[in-house]
């Protein structure tokens, strides 16, 4: 798949609205995909500042932080995702 790709059309949305909780999402996915993990969890958490009851980021910030080995922090991460699906 073009995940590169994706990541240069995530980019320039979000340079039009930096606010896009979709666009970063988004690229969040890509970035996993991509193994830029770290940059996963950056895109995951600003959007979790937009929309903070987001299940889907908060599941793909989990992945990205198991991925980079913090075990601890992706569990709370997976607990409000699944937390958030209860409510």
């Given at each position: 798949?073009?995940?590169?790709?994706?990541?240069?059309?995530?980019?320039?949305?979000?340079?039009?609205?930096?606010?896009?909780?979709?666009?970063?999402?988004?690229?969040g996915?890509?970035?996993?995909?991509?193994?830029?993990?770290?940059?996963?969890?950056?895109?995951?958490?600003?959007?979790?500042?937009?929309?903070?009851?987001?299940?889907?980021?908060?599941?793909?910030?989990?992945?990205?932080?198991?991925?980079?080995?913090?075990?601890?922090?992706?569990?709370?991460?997976?607990?409000?995702a699944?937390?958030?699906?209860?409510?």
């Amino acid at each position: 798949k073009e995940y590169r790709g994706a990541l240069t059309d995530f980019n320039a949305a979000l340079r039009l609205k930096p606010a896009n909780p979709d666009a970063l999402y988004n690229r969040g996915m890509a970035r996993i995909q991509l193994r830029e993990y770290n940059a996963a969890i950056g895109d995951f958490t600003k959007a979790l500042r937009y929309r903070p009851d987001d299940k889907e980021a908060f599941f793909g910030r989990g992945v990205a932080k198991m991925e980079t080995g913090n075990f601890r922090s992706a569990l709370s991460d997976f607990t409000r995702a699944i937390e958030q699906d209860i409510n």
